[in-house]
């Protein structure tokens, strides 16, 4: 229902963040959002689509997450071609100097659970 979407977008933003800590991600600017958001993006989806799902073992499911992560792969693609161009890089270089500044959140050392390695 729409009036869980807030909790239901927390929860996979969270989830996300979960798996990327796990994998030991370190980016600390815009990327630590980016990988987020592609995550939470392919996840959500999945997870939608799979609530529908009535195939056997889910097949239908695995099919529609290797096209989501397909897709995923050809968007940064797109990207790393436009940024190979002269013009393209150049194009981008404004925004990317104000985007430069955006960093990751960092949470209070002082939270328990922490490692302090």
């Not at 909790?7 to 963040?17: N, P, V, Y």
């Not at 050809?74 to 150049?90: D, H, I, S, V, Y």
Request: glycine share 8%; proline share 6%.
């Amino acid at each position: 229902l729409p009036l869980h979407g807030p909790d239901g977008a927390r929860a996979i933003w969270g989830t996300a963040d979960a798996i990327w800590v796990a994998l030991g991600d370190t980016s600390e600017d815009i990327n630590w959002y980016s990988k987020r958001a592609s995550l939470s993006a392919v996840y959500g989806a999945t997870v939608l689509y799979w609530l529908g799902d009535d195939s056997t073992g889910h097949e239908a499911t695995w099919d529609f997450l290797d096209r989501r992560i397909e897709n995923v792969m050809q968007f940064e693609k797109a990207k790393a071609t436009f940024m190979a161009n002269p013009l393209g890089k150049a194009l981008i270089s404004g925004p990317f100097k104000v985007l430069e500044r955006i960093r990751a959140p960092r949470l209070p050392e002082d939270l328990p659970g922490q490692s302090r390695t």
